[in-house]
C-alpha cells in the first residue's frame, strides 16, 4: 500500500494551495480519507477528513470555512484545496487511510496507512 501525497510548496498569505493524495495497492472507494498536519514543534493535529462516499466532510475549526476536501474514486486520489492560507497553517500535511470508511477519526490513532507528507509554507 502507498499513499503519495503532493502540491505542497511555498504560497504567500491569502493564496492557495491543492493538496493530493493519490493511493495505491487498496481498495480506495472504502475507505475514509483523512488530512492531517504538523507544524515545526508542534502535534500532529487533524485537519478534514472525508468517508468513502465523499458525504458530509469533517473539518477543524481551524480551518472550516477556508479548506475544502474532496475525493475521486475513479482516480483513487484525495484532495485538499486549501484557501485563505495563513503563516500558521505552515506544516508538514499527511494524508491517511482508514478502513473503516463510515468513521470520522480525528486523533490518527485509527487509520491504517500514511502518506509521506508534503510541506506547505505560508509567508506573511
Known amino acids: 500500500v502507498q499513499l503519495q501525497a503532493s502540491g505542497g510548496g511555498l504560497v504567500q498569505a491569502g493564496g492557495s494551495l491543492r493538496l493530493s493524495c493519490t493511493a495505491s495497492?487498496?481498495?480506495?472507494?472504502?475507505?475514509?480519507m483523512g488530512w492531517f498536519r504538523q507544524a515545526p514543534g508542534k502535534a500532529r493535529e487533524f485537519v478534514s477528513s472525508i468517508l468513502w462516499n465523499g458525504n458530509r466532510p469533517l473539518y477543524a475549526d481551524s480551518v472550516k470555512g477556508r479548506f475544502i476536501i474532496s475525493r475521486d474514486n475513479a482516480k483513487n486520489t484525495a484532495y485538499l484545496q486549501m484557501n485563505s492560507l495563513r503563516p500558521e497553517d505552515t506544516a508538514v500535511y499527511y494524508c491517511a487511510a482508514d478502513h473503516f470508511g463510515q468513521r470520522y477519526e480525528t486523533t490518527g490513532v485509527e487509520y491504517d496507512f500514511w502518506g509521506q507528507g508534503t510541506l506547505v509554507t505560508v509567508s506573511s
Open positions: 495497492g487498496l481498495t480506495f472507494s472504502s475507505y475514509t
